[in-house]
């Protein structure tokens, strides 16, 4: 592959989704705070659903309606998936966020560090 191949105007949609994802990724792996590591998770599954919008999108294509000189159509399949997604996502981040705040209230930090060292006391 060569390196205008990999430049390719088409191809920057894969670029911000790979950028996305290994920013989430590390967000997740690097930090301690529970409620930053559940942002990270969140920017890593934004990058998953750029990932399937632009799978779905066709060149050319429009939306799947039938009209009259319309002969190419966009899959509408990754974005029903996709709009399924944003609402599991929604609703594991609120229950993300609801553990977090009984941590809170149980080890007095969300922390992971401080609350490794609190179990081990026990």
């Known amino acids: 592959m060569e390196y205008n191949e ?7 949609n894969y670029w911000v989704v ?6 989430g990724f590390y967000i997740v792996i690097a930090r301690g705070n529970l409620v930053k590591k559940l942002v990270g998770l969140n ?6 659903f750029v990932l399937y919008i632009s799978i779905g ?13 319309i ?3 966009s ?3 990754p974005h029903v998936l996709i709009l ?3 609402v599991v996502g929604i609703a594991t981040t609120a229950l993300g966020l609801a553990l977090v705040i009984r941590i809170r209230e149980s ?14 006391d026990f």
């Not at 920017?43 to 998953?48: E, P």
């Not at 999108?57 to 000189?69: D, N, R």
């Open 43 to 48: 920017i890593f599954q934004t990058s998953v």
């Open 107 to 120: 080890y007095g930090s969300i922390e992971e560090e401080e609350i490794h060292a609190q179990e081990e």
């Open 71 to 73: 002969s190419v159509f």
């Open 6 to 12: 990999i430049l390719n105007p088409g191809l920057y």
């Open 75 to 77: 899959n509408p399949l």
């Open 18 to 23: 790979i950028f996305l994802m290994m920013v």
């Open 84 to 86: 399924t997604a944003i």
């Open 57 to 69: 999108k066709v060149t050319g294509g429009t939306a799947p309606i039938f009209g009259e000189g």
